[in-house]
Structures are given as structure tokens and as C-alpha cells.
């Protein structure tokens, strides 16, 4: 291999995979368009003559000059607060941009790899959830933009798969942190840093005792790297099995801080998932993977950048924002002081 393409290069898990892809000794083409990226995650890698930049759409026409390897299809709002504001970039770019992207696949006769994700999995009746779970969504819900996008273009990789033989992998990312999050992508693990490092109430939404799994991105990338070198062509959770309270995550980050601020709750929003945990018996079998950076250790590494002024200035939305989507995402409600150290779960 010695040339890919990475669609979404400028977000966060697309920016490590330049990175990484880069030690490698490959050349990277980044494709993005910048909607809920920053050129501040790649700025670093613009001297180097392996390295490009491209501003582009991938929902339009897609062309890239020269022989291509393979695809890293990254692109796509990922938090719930960027696709509710962006319903239809979101369902375009999972639909018609994972279409264009497997058609320059097929042109340049180079591998495929879709980020996919656990939300296929919606509000899942099986914990943990294996691959061969078909979910739990609701299409018409305020996650099904993401939810039902990412699914179809699951269904899109296959088709070509069965039907091009196009050389495809499929990658169930569940929820990753680290270095290059968004302070404002309203995901638990930023949201809960910027308000602790403030000195400002943290605030968790619903009783707190609803479960998330997190993965240190080196330990994602690693799991992508060997998803993509091999011949494993059905999807593949890559995630932390471990999981955690989102009230015990908030009492983590606030002791790894030093803060004392004050944990308060919110009503749950709609649709969230009460729990998620991968099942990655088929990574640790095919692909022999599993995350290795303890989960206090990944938090640990995100404060310390955190503190060292790590995230970005606010991506601006320039899109119109759906205020109706984000509130039924996250209804305002009165918080609820919840006393010091009473963990829920
Ligand atoms: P991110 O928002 O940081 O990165 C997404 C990137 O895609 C951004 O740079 C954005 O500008 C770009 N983009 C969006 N629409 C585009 C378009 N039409 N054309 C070109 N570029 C476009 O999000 P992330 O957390 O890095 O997620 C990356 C991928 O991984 C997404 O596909 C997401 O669904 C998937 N994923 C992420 C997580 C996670 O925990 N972060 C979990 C599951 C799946």
C-alpha cells in the first residue's frame, strides 16, 4: 500500500488516522470539507510532502488523480449536537458520500473502509451487542439521521462488495476520546473536562446511571490499521469493552482534574442509549485486538492536553441550526443538585 485516501481527514479520529498512516511511511490524500473539522487537527502534517490537503464536499462528484490504494471513509457529523443541527448534510454525506466514495474505490480498484458505528445498533435489546445484532433504531427519532445514514451506507458497502467485488471492510466504531475532541461536540467526556477544568457544575444528564464504554483513539486506530491490512470483510466492533456509569465517568474526570465542581442532572434526552458495550470477541479473534490504555490512563492523557490548551477555538456551524432538533436532544429542564459522592449505578 502506498497511497490512501481519507475522507473526514480533519476531524478527530480522521486526523490520528493521517497521523498514523503517515508513520507508515503512505502517502495521504485528506479530503474535507470542514463542517465539523478544523484544519488545526492536520495543520502539523502540511510540510510534510506526503501529506494533502483537500477542501472538498464528498457528496459531489469525487475525483483524485493517480493510483489510490484505499479509501478511509471518515467523513460524517458524528456527535449528537452536529447532527441535529445538520440533519441533511449528515444523511447526504452518510448516503451520497458513501456512494461517491466506494465509486472512486471502484475506479481505482483500492480498498474500502467505512466508519461505521454502534448507533446502528440504536437503543440495543441485547448487551452487549455482537455484530450479528440487527439494533434497535427509530427511524423518524432525532438520531435517526445518523443512525439510519450510517446503516445504509453499511447496506451501500456490502452491495458493492457482493456486487463489484470491491475489496470492502466495515468498521462499528463505538464511542472514542481523546486528544482533539471538540470542546463543543457535546459528547460526555468533553463537555464533563471543559466544565471541570471551568470550575463549573457538571452536568449529567438523567439519573447518571446510564452505561458508555470509551476507547483511547491510539487503541482505535491501532484496531483500524488492522482492520484495514485484513482480509476480514464482514463488520467489525472496535470499541472498549469496559464500561462505566456516565455518573462514575463524571466523578473520574473530576478527581483526574482536581476539580470540585458540583454534579448536577438533566433530563435524558430522547433516544439516548441506556447502554452500550461492545462485543469484540470477533476483533480480539480476526483481527487480534483490544485495547490496551486503561481508561484512566486515556483520561489522563486527554486532561494533560486538555491543559495544554489542546482543543481548538469552537468550530463555527455555519449551517442554519435546527433549534427544535438539539432541544429535543437535550430538553431544558430544571438541574437537580445531586450531593457530593453520591454515585448512582
Ligand atoms: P468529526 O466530526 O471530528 O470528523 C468528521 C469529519 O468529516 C470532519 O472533519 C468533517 O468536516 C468531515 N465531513 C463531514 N461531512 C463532510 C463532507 N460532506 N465532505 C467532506 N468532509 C466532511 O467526527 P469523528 O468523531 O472524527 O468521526 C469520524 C467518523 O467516525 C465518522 O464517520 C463517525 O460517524 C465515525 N464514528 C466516530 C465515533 C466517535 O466516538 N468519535 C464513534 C462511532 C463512529
Known amino acids: ?35 465539523t473539522g478544523s484544519a488545526d487537527n492536520v495543520a502539523h502534517l502540511f510540510s510534510n510532502p506526503r501529506f494533502s490537503f483537500r477542501h472538498y464536499d464528498v457528496t459531489e462528484y469525487l475525483f483524485v488523480e493517480d493510483e489510490v490504494d484505499a ?24 448516503t451520497l458520500g458513501t456512494h ?5 474505490a471502484k475506479a481505482k480498484r483500492a480498498r474500502f473502509l467505512l466508519a461505521s458505528t454502534s448507533e446502528v445498533y440504536g437503543d440495543p435489546e ?26 445504509a451506507a453499511e447496506t451501500f458497502v456490502m452491495a458493492y462488495h ?25 459528547r460526555a467526556v468533553p463537555a464533563f473536562l471543559t466544565q471541570a477544568l471551568a470550575g463549573e457544575p457538571m452536568t449529567v444528564f438523567g439519573d447518571g446511571s446510564q452505561t458508555r464504554s470509551l476507547c483511547y483513539i491510539d487503541d482505535l486506530v491501532d484496531g483500524l490499521e488492522k482492520l484495514l491490512l485484513s482480509d476480514y470483510t464482514r463488520p467489525v466492533n472496535l470499541g472498549n469493552p469496559v464500561e462505566m456509569t456516565v455518573q462514575q465517568l463524571a466523578e473520574t474526570i473530576r478527581r483526574l482534574t482536581g476539580a470540585d465542581s458540583p454534579i448536577v442532572h438533566q433530563p435524558l434526552p430522547v433516544d439516548d442509549p441506556r447502554r452500550r458495550r461492545p462485543d469484540i470477541s470477533t476483533a480480539r ?3 487480534g485486538w ?17 491543559r495544554d490548551g ?11 441550526a435546527d433549534e427544535a432538533a438539539v432541544a429535543a436532544l437535550a430538553p431544558p429542564a430544571e438541574e437537580v443538585a445531586v450531593p457530593e459522592g453520591d454515585a448512582v449505578g
Open 1 to 35: 500500500m502506498r497511497r490512501v485516501v481519507i475522507t473526514g481527514g480533519a476531524g478527530f479520529i480522521g486526523s490520528h488516522l493521517c497521523d498514523r498512516m503517515l508513520q507508515r511511511g503512505l502517502r495521504v490524500v485528506c479530503l474535507d470539507n470542514l463542517l
Open 285 to 287: 479473534r480476526v483481527l
Open 290 to 306: 483490544e485495547p490496551r490504555i486503561p481508561l484512566e490512563d486515556g483520561l489522563a492523557r486527554t486532561v494533560a492536553w486538555w
Open 310 to 320: 489542546g482543543p481548538h477555538a469552537l468550530v463555527p456551524v455555519t449551517r442554519r
Open 126 to 151: 441485547v448487551h452487549p451487542q455482537p455484530e450479528d445484532y440487527w439494533g434497535n433504531v427509530n427511524p423518524v427519532g432525532p438520531r435517526g439521521v445518523y443512525d439510519e445514514a450510517k446503516r
Open 162 to 186: 457482493n456486487a463489484h467485488g470491491l475489496d470492502t471492510r466495515i468498521a462499528r466504531i463505538f464511542n472514542t476520546f481523546g486528544p482533539r475532541m471538540r470542546r463543543n461536540d457535546g
Open 100 to 104: 461517491k466514495a466506494l465509486g472512486l
Open 71 to 94: 479509501i478511509l471513509h471518515f467523513a460524517s457529523p458524528a456527535s449528537p449536537i452536529d447532527y441535529a443541527q445538520m440533519p441533511i448534510e449528515t444523511l447526504k454525506v452518510g
